[in-house]
């Protein structure tokens, strides 16, 4: 089965700690992007990466962090300095990150909240 | 900086209904537009792209139009089933890079 997949499905966070969320694929795709969805709102660019060793800042990139050391896999860390955590994040991919008419393949998502 | 808005941002119909979510963008410079749809907890579902040198896109009980020099998109979903029913989120595409800029979505219930 092709596809990306992300763990866990809900996260809880303490306050001060860092977390991290996992997305991978086997889609062969070279570009991988993370998104923040608030409630009742539309998804948000955290970072993206267009290749291996390479990631970009994205709209709300502050208070996270990212490492794109295999193709595979992009993981997000929330870091204690994100003050506002509690969101769902979304991993998505596509075949690269120049061709605009190559569509984004979403996960399922990871849901954060803060105890 | 673009900015992407979607109205209604609820809609309840009865089911059997053709019915017509919208979606309007700032800057009309854009390489694409893509609908998705997402079920509550899950995530997104890729409908229909329009390139935007394109009018329409149709697939089965779905189409989308898009009229970029008036920054606007419509999707049309015919004879509305009680399955349609999700959020459903426009998002465009500028001239550079695959980055995609969201609308904050309809969210659609379709009741028997």
């Known amino acids: 089965d092709g596809g990306i997949t992300q763990s866990p499905k809900y996260l809880f966070r303490k306050e001060g700690q860092n977390v991290t969320l996992s997305c991978e694929q086997n889609l062969n795709h070279d570009a991988m992007y993370w998104y923040r969805q608030d409630p009742g709102q539309g998804l948000r660019l955290i970072y993206y990466s267009q290749i291996v060793n390479d990631f970009q800042k994205g709209d709300i990139a502050e208070g996270y962090s990212v490492s794109r050391e295999k193709k595979e896999s992009f993981p997000l860390t929330v870091t204690s300095a994100q003050k506002n955590p509690t969101a769902f994040y979304l991993c998505a991919s596509s075949i690269d990150g120049t061709s605009g008419s190559r569509t984004q393949y979403f996960g399922p998502g990871t849901r954060l909240l803060v105890l | 900086k673009q900015e992407v808005t979607q109205i209604p941002a609820a809609l309840s119909v009865p089911e059997g209904e053709n019915l017509v979510l919208n979606c309007s963008f700032t800057?009309?410079?854009?390489?694409?537009l893509q609908w998705f749809r997402q079920d509550p907890g899950k995530g997104l579902t890729s409908l229909l792209l329009?390139?935007?040198?394109?009018r329409e896109q149709t697939s089965g009980r779905l189409n989308a139009s898009l009229d970029k020099s008036s920054g606007r998109s419509t999707l049309y979903i015919a004879a509305s089933q009680p399955g349609d029913s999700a959020t459903y989120l426009c998002?465009?595409?500028?001239?550079?890079?695959?980055?995609?800029?969201f609308g904050g979505g309809t969210r659609l219930m379709v009741k028997p």
């Open positions: 998002a465009v595409r500028g001239n550079a890079g695959n980055m995609l800029t």
């Open positions: 800057d009309s410079a854009i390489y694409n």
């Open positions: 329009i390139q935007s040198s394109q």
